[in-house]
């Protein structure tokens, strides 16, 4: 499958920091009205029932700069009956959880991400999730992710509950063949993409 632009064809041999760079600098290009238009596709994705459903839990994440989606997208999934848990970043281990209330009750974290307010729910409370939404900045059809390099995720996942869907949420040519892997990623189990919706993995 070919990337997001000529620059990302016949990749194999470049490393993690590489595809990195690349997807990065494309991500930038992308025009505003494109990155909405994308946020309001997923924003449907996530309303529709087929990724998460009235009830349930849904570990998700505030999009920034670049990344798809948007706050508003938190919004209306919150409003159709689904419970939001958000990532808070605690030291250099395992994510911490708080639940969402609105994005009045935001405020500004580490590398840029705005984390909830409310009470933390520790490390474990992954394993009440229906499903994770996962941010990356590209992934293959067997399941590796690209994330920013920080660890975080790798390090937090193997906490989620066994069985539970592991989704790499990324714009629809960010989804490639083949991602160079390492030992300690964990791999995901389906991607959501503005256009394709939800695809199975692996």
């Known amino acids: 499958m070919?990337?997001?632009?000529?620059?990302?064809?016949?990749?194999?041999?470049?490393?993690?920091?590489?595809?990195?760079?690349?997807?990065?600098?494309?991500?930038?290009?992308?025009p505003a009205a494109t990155r909405f238009s994308e946020a309001m596709q997923l924003t449907a994705q996530l309303t529709s029932g087929r990724v998460v459903r009235r009830g349930q839990t849904l570990c998700a994440y505030v999009p920034i700069g670049s990344e798809p989606g948007s706050v508003q997208m938190l919004d209306e999934v919150a409003e159709a009956g689904v419970r939001v848990l958000l990532p808070v970043v605690s030291g250099r281990g395992p994510l911490d959880w708080a639940w969402y209330d609105g994005r009045e009750?935001?405020?500004?974290?580490?590398y840029g991400l705005l984390e909830p307010i409310g009470e933390r729910l520790g490390e474990l409370a992954l394993r009440i999730a229906d499903v994770v939404l996962v941010p990356a900045l590209a992934v293959d059809r067997s399941g590796t992710r690209l994330g920013r390099g920080a660890g975080y995720y790798n390090r937090s996942l193997a906490g989620a509950a066994q069985d539970t869907p592991l989704v790499a949420v990324v714009r629809d040519p960010e989804?490639?063949?083949?991602?160079?892997?390492?030992?300690?990623?964990?791999?995901?189990?389906?991607?959501?993409?503005?256009?394709?919706?939800?695809?199975k993995l692996g």
Do not use: C, I, N
């Open 105 to 110: 009750y935001l405020r500004s974290g580490p």
């Open 175 to 199: 989804l490639f063949d083949v991602l160079p892997a390492e030992r300690h990623d964990v791999t995901m189990t389906a991607v959501l993409t503005p256009g394709r919706g939800l695809l």
């Open 2 to 30: 070919s990337g997001p632009g000529s620059d990302l064809e016949a990749t194999r041999a470049w490393t993690k920091d590489q595809w990195r760079r690349a997807l990065l600098a494309h991500r930038r290009r992308v």
